[in-house]
């Protein structure tokens, strides 16, 4: 699993658009899914803050959040079937004029003053769906326009600027409500995914086009193009568990052990150092390809059971702020891999479908477990829940480690 240096990366590790020689639509399609980014991660927290200055109510707060990630999970599966079945460019377009403009409604009702919960409910449900149409079809896109021999590195550009705007909007977001009203948040959010449209409107159209089957043909073909490499289900399943149990350790058992035991302060740093950890894994990627590089990012990947783990362990402050970078900087390193596997093993008219497919099936148990975690740690105690979480988490990455066809998909 030794690593070898990039030939096109530069001294700082960045690279340069003339040494990768990416074509034009290439940063056409980063800048819109940058831009996306930037005012999906500003979106939440403001309007969170916004209901919570106007309704004094977590429940609704809970209502829009889950109205929200609802409407994706259920939506994402049709929107890689639309992407794939469609012309991309006019897929992303329109995903992102309705999620902009349906943020922007949100912050005209805050700034009025007139927010009610059913409505605003209504909008941020038609936003998921709109990220559930624009998340296929951009990275379908990528794939599309990026030369096979060039995919590793700009799947390593496009995480890392990603992952960048979405750290500095959630830190934007903080700073927005602090110092003014979250409706502005909000509103910049909006005017931002509205401008990602135009970047995405510069997008060459290819010159044909494959035939287009039936919705539920293409529906169809999309899942025996997926379940047919075992390697992909088998990771995905994987996956299911490890999100899911990741993502009640951070958001719902973490939040309530810094009330009772260690404080606020000291979880923002937590989270903030797996922040960091996650632009460090892309950094790392853009300067080194592995030889083996899905089985190494898989390897990587492991490191998310250390935070559940460190915590149920009752492990020191700078200890937890030092596990959390390096599980950013390994799912980091995973992601990356897992996208690049599956842009060189899947044919690109069915990437979008196969890809919606892995959001959908990696993230369905995560709100199950975010809503049954609670009860839980009630009977068995927060601690304990914590390592069980982690042992689950490498419970689940060592069963996909011992299928045969995981450890040799990078030899094919």
């Known amino acids: 699993m030794a690593f070898r240096q990039g030939k096109s990366a530069v001294r700082l590790g960045f690279p340069t658009r003339r040494r990768l020689g990416y074509p034009r639509d290439f940063y056409r399609i980063l800048l819109g899914r940058v831009t996306t980014s ?17 309704t004094g109510s977590a429940v609704d707060v809970g209502i ?12 994402v599966v049709l929107g890689g079937a639309i992407a794939d079945r469609y012309s991309r460019r006019p ?3 329109v995903s992102c004029l309705v999620g902009g403009c349906c ?6 009702s805050a700034v009025l003053g007139t927010v009610h919960v059913a409505p605003y409910a209504i909008l941020a449900a038609v936003t998921g769906v709109a990220s559930a149409f624009s998340l296929p079809a951009a990275a379908a896109a990528t794939a599309e326009v990026t030369p096979q021999d060039a995919r590793q590195r700009a799947n390593a550009v496009a995480r890392l600027a990603m992952t960048t705007a979405t750290v500095t909007g959630t830190v934007l977001a903080g700073g927005v409500a602090a110092f003014t009203q979250p409706a502005w948040g909000l509103c910049a959010a909006g005017a931002l995914v509205v401008c990602a449209a135009g970047f995405f409107r510069r997008i060459t159209e290819p010159a044909e086009r494959p035939a287009r089957p039936s919705l539920p043909s293409a529906l169809r073909e999309g899942w025996r193009e997926f379940s047919a490499r ?11 568990l490890m999100n899911a149990a990741l993502s009640a350790s951070v958001q719902v ?13 000291t979880w923002g740093i937590v989270l903030a150092a797996q922040s960091l950890g996650l632009v460090t894994g892309g950094l790392i990627a853009l ?34 702020v030092a596990t959390a970078f390096c599980v950013g900087a390994g799912v980091q390193q995973f992601s990356i891999a897992w996208l690049g596997a599956l842009q060189s093993h899947i044919p690109a008219d069915l990437f979008g479908r196969v890809y919606s497919y892995d959001v959908l099936l990696s993230s369905v148990a995560v709100p199950v477990m975010q809503f049954s975690i609670a009860p839980i740690s009630a009977a ?13 988490i490498t419970t689940a990455l060592l069963l996909a480690l011992m299928s045969r066809s995981v450890r040799t998909v990078d030899r094919s």
């Open 38 to 54: 930037l005012g999906y991660a500003l979106a939440p927290l403001s309007s969170a803050f916004a209901l919570l200055d106007l």
């Open 64 to 75: 829009v959040v889950g109205a929200r990630s609802s409407s994706y999970v259920a939506f």
């Open 91 to 93: 897929v992303l377009i």
């Open 103 to 108: 943020q922007l409604g949100m912050s005209a």
């Open 230 to 240: 075992t390697w992909v289900w088998v990771i995905v399943l994987a996956f299911a």
């Open 253 to 265: 058992l973490g939040p309530i052990l810094a009330d009772q035991e260690f404080g606020r302060p």
């Open 287 to 320: 300067r080194f390809t592995a030889r083996r590089p899905l089985l190494v990012g898989l390897t990587c990947a492991g490191t998310q059971a250390f935070l559940p783990l460190a915590l149920g362990l009752r492990a020191p402050a700078i200890v937890l």
């Open 380 to 392: 068995l105690g927060a601690h304990r829940t914590l390592v069980i979480l982690g042992c689950l």
